[in-house]
């Protein structure tokens, strides 16, 4: 996988030489090209910035270096042999982040990142470069940060670890929460490794028994209990067909009650939609 990431602090992108993406690189399984906007500015103070038209407050990136900046990463994209870019905008109003769409991202060759500060970018660069090639405008969670940096360093990370065999286990997303399949989506219950005892606190017993069905059962059973306490919404928006009769005994027991629809609820408590 290629990824360029055009952007005015550069040195916010060192993270990607480290750890499991900085690993990725130097195996070559991914090839990352950084470039600051501002090579892209032919004024003495590099302006990347203007007031917004309208009025209002704080700035908005101009059209001009990034359409500059986006034509010739692109060009040299292909020249290396690259092939179907997708460009990804971080933004606050950019459809959601999820393990599926990590998933999605993880699938395409060629990833083009344009992290804005400011108030954002002329939309008109936008609209333009969705006219040739697919725009993924993508937001990490809702708040705001003061920069699309920080996104595409989360976004990168997600994305990496589920490229072929830069896991070392091809097993290892198959449980992570979120991973997409038939099963329930619940969040992972807690974990443990040696010693068995740290300040007076054991270990729960079934992990030590080597039977694989009760540390199984076990597992998903405090998946259910760390689901309902952090994201009861994932439990109301499952479908109830992937729980079996052991799942409905501990709904049950954590207070859920199986709704007319078939979904899951907690009376008492409004649904989320
Ligand atoms: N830029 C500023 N806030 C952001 C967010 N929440 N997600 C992606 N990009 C952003």
């Not at 807690?190 to 606190?201: C, F, L, M, Q, S």
């Amino acid at each position: 996988m290629r990824l360029d990431v055009v952007t005015i602090f550069p040195e916010y992108l060192e993270p990607l030489n480290v750890s499991l993406v900085g690993k990725a690189r130097a195996r070559g399984q991914l090839g990352v090209h950084i470039h600051d906007l501002r090579h892209w500015t032919y004024d003495r103070h590099n302006t990347v910035d203007d007031t917004p038209y309208g009025g209002g407050p704080g700035m908005v990136m101009k059209t001009e270096p990034w359409g500059e900046a986006l034509d010739q990463v692109l060009a040299d994209g292909y020249e290396s042999g690259a092939s179907g870019p997708v460009l990804v905008v971080p933004t606050p109003s950019g459809r959601p982040f999820t393990q599926e769409l990590a998933v999605e991202l993880s699938e395409r060759p060629w990833l083009v990142f344009t992290p804005a500060r400011y108030e954002g970018i002329d939309r008109r660069v936008v609209d333009e470069y969705a006219t040739r090639i697919p725009v993924f405008e993508v937001s990490i969670g809702d708040y705001v940060l003061a920069g699309g940096e920080a996104a595409v360093l989360v976004i990168t990370e997600a994305v990496a670890r589920l490229l072929p065999g830069v896991l070392g286990n091809a097993e290892s997303h198959r449980d992570d929460s979120f991973a997409p399949g038939e099963m329930a989506n619940l969040l992972e219950g807690p974990v443990y490794t040696k010693p068995p005892r740290w300040r007076g606190r054991g270990i729960p017993e079934v992990l030590l028994s080597g039977h694989h069905g009760r540390i199984a059962r076990w597992r998903r059973d405090e998946a259910f209990r760390r689901t309902t306490l952090n994201r009861p919404d994932l439990i109301e928006r499952c479908d109830p067909e992937v729980f079996d009769r052991h799942d409905r005994a501990i709904l049950a027991e954590l207070g859920w009650r199986e709704l007319p629809d078939g979904r899951f609820g907690r009376p008492g408590r409004a649904v989320e939609e």
